[in-house]
């Protein structure tokens, strides 16, 4: 049995919360012994941040279930991946024996990430296999039965495929396979050559991250000098001090939320667009792979904020990527991000034009939080 390892899953999502739940609790037990025990809020405010730490702590007991390994298995009775899932309806693990296969061929891609950079096909024996395989990360090929498998690019995979491949198995030589193993009497003619473009993998959260910060400093900014002006003259009154503390407030608290969800908005989030299919791969749990074959149409949406009449606030711009399969609907929610959407529409239109539904733009009301 060869085990290899291919990363680690990270719920960021769970872990942003820990880190928020550490800091507050850290800040107000902190701040209620700096304060002396005096003050009637003193003690609330101590044990209010020693429920917060409680709080981290119990979950903490459950560490191992916040990150965890991503293993491709290669053994003389089966291909498998293993990895644990916060779904059991929907775990990602598989196994595959090797007797329910005709053929099994590796690909790998230089030209893409390597978090992407590679790809493993079975080749069934039978037509119906597809329908016993409920991986979600499993994409069936509908026009050969096939089910691939992409996985990050690693060294050894194709040396392990062909060392555990039963012995009476073929090991046939490939100029477009990095390993290709077929069982006896199957003809390599029958098995097709893998699509040589890589796939078109387009980051999110490169500029998710970046709005938050500028969004953050901009609030932190405006909140302190508020605040500094309402402490630091000495010819404010009291009433316009409270005015702007009143209103500085508020931006000092964004500003500190903004840079406590960084963990979270910053978590790898991507498109993986290729020949077979199309993927969005979250680590929060709500991505979904779909193959060309179960989707009906690809499309984008805009909804631009009507602007209130005389307001300053500027319009309000939120890009959405709309997949439309035979089952159900799926909807990515991207923010501000015009060159990612138009990055997702030309990739569609490179491997299934005839799926690519437009971008239509839409108005929402001058409060759109979405």
Known sequence: MTRIRLGWETRSDQIAV??????VGLGLVLLGSLSGWTGWITVPMIIVGVVFLLGMGLRMLGWDSLR???????SGDYVGYETKTFDSAMGKAFRISWDKLGALAYHSDSDAPERYGAALVFFPKSKD???????????????????????????????AISAEAP?????????????????????????????PRPPVVVNVNRRAVGQVLVGGVIAGCVGAAMIAAAFTSKQVEVGMQVFLTLFGAPFILLAVVSVLGL?????????VIDADSFTWDDPSGEGFTYSWHDITSVAAHTSISRKAPGSW??????????????????????????????RVAQAVQQFAPQ????????????????
């Open 129 to 159: 296999f597809p329908d016993h395989v409920t991986s979600p990360v499993l994409v069936r090929l509908h026009r050969n039965s096939a089910v691939k498998f992409r996985l990050p690019r690693a060294a050894g995979v194709a040396e």
């Open 167 to 195: 012995q009476d198995w073929q090991r046939i030589p490939s100029g477009h396979w990095d390993a290709l193993v077929a069982a006896p009497g199957v003809s390599p003619q029958v098995i097709p050559e893998p699509d």
């Open 313 to 342: 606030a500027a319009r309000r711009r939120i890009d959405e990527v709309l997949v439309h399969t035979r089952e159900r609907n799926e909807t990515v929610s991207l923010g501000t991000q015009p060159a990612t959407v138009a």
């Open 355 to 370: 799926l690519w539904a437009g971008a239509r733009t839409g108005t929402a009301g001058p409060f759109q939080l979405r």
């Open 18 to 23: 820990l880190v928020d739940f550490l800091i």
């Open 68 to 74: 965890w390994p991503r293993d491709l298995v290669v």
């Open 263 to 271: 963990p979270m908005v910053g978590r790898k989030r991507n498109f």
